[in-house]
């Protein structure tokens, strides 16, 4: 079974602060995506990777960078938090197809 | 611009009581159309990958079918426990990344 592990299941910052999520992945797979989750606006796709060292932006990636140095590690960074970043963040990865999420991290900016 | 739409928002049911999801979608060259099952305060769980019209695969009492225009998730006798949001997704031909749609609450009334 594919095992993708995101490094907090809940999390609370303070605006202005610089968060880390981290993600990790088991199945030796190239893909790596990360996503916000919001009621009424579904999943919305901020970077993807393809492989170490790269990175693509999604639809929304303003505000967050994100760093894959190693290929079973891809970390999303919020460089200046802001209350509108607080959200759901799922992480994903895939090999062929489908894609495979983590139980995702609930992020409060207060 | 493609899209993925999924009807109803919300539904609830008896339990027992058969019916049908369904996610409509306009994407240039189909690679994959798949279903996801979400419990609250987790990540979606990949339930089934369905590649071209008139496939259809089964789990337990899901049932997925594929037209060249929609997909139907057909849950037979549901139970409490059938109780989540359903997410379906497509791909094309021409790159990995996914389109979700925004998914169905499913309630199971015991």
């Known amino acids: 079974d594919v095992k993708v592990t995101q490094s907090s299941r809940y999390l609370v910052k303070r605006t202005g602060e610089k968060v880390f999520l981290e993600c990790v992945q088991d199945?030796?797979?190239?893909?790596m995506f990360w996503y916000r989750q919001d009621p009424g606006l579904g999943l919305r796709l901020i970077y993807f990777?393809?492989?170490?060292?790269?990175?693509e932006k999604g639809d929304i990636p303003e505000g967050y960078s994100v760093s894959r140095e190693k290929k079973e590690r891809f970390s999303l960074i919020l460089e200046s938090a802001s209350t509108n970043q607080t959200s759901m963040y799922l992480c994903?990865?895939?090999?062929?197809?489908?894609?495979?999420f983590g139980d995702g991290t609930r992020l409060s900016i207060l | 611009e493609d899209q993925v739409t999924q009807s109803p928002e919300a539904l609830r049911l008896q339990e027992g009581e058969s019916s049908s999801l369904n996610c409509s979608y306009t994407?240039?060259?189909?690679?994959?159309l798949f279903w996801y099952r979400q419990d609250p305060g987790k990540g979606p769980e990949f339930l089934f990958t369905?590649?071209?019209a008139g496939e259809e695969k089964e789990k337990e009492r899901l049932k997925a079918t594929l037209t060249k225009k929609e997909s139907f998730l057909h849950i037979t006798a549901p139970k409490p426990e059938d109780s989540a949001t359903y997410l379906c997704?497509?791909?094309?031909?021409?790159?990995?990344?996914?389109?979700f749609g925004k998914g169905t609450r499913l309630h199971i009334l015991p």
């Open positions: 994903a990865t895939q090999g062929n197809q489908p894609q495979h």
């Open positions: 199945m030796d797979h190239e893909n």
């Open positions: 990777s393809y492989d170490v060292k790269m990175k």
């Open positions: 994407v240039s060259g189909l690679r994959g």
């Open positions: 369905l590649y071209s």
């Open positions: 997704a497509a791909t094309e031909n021409r790159d990995d990344k996914i389109i």
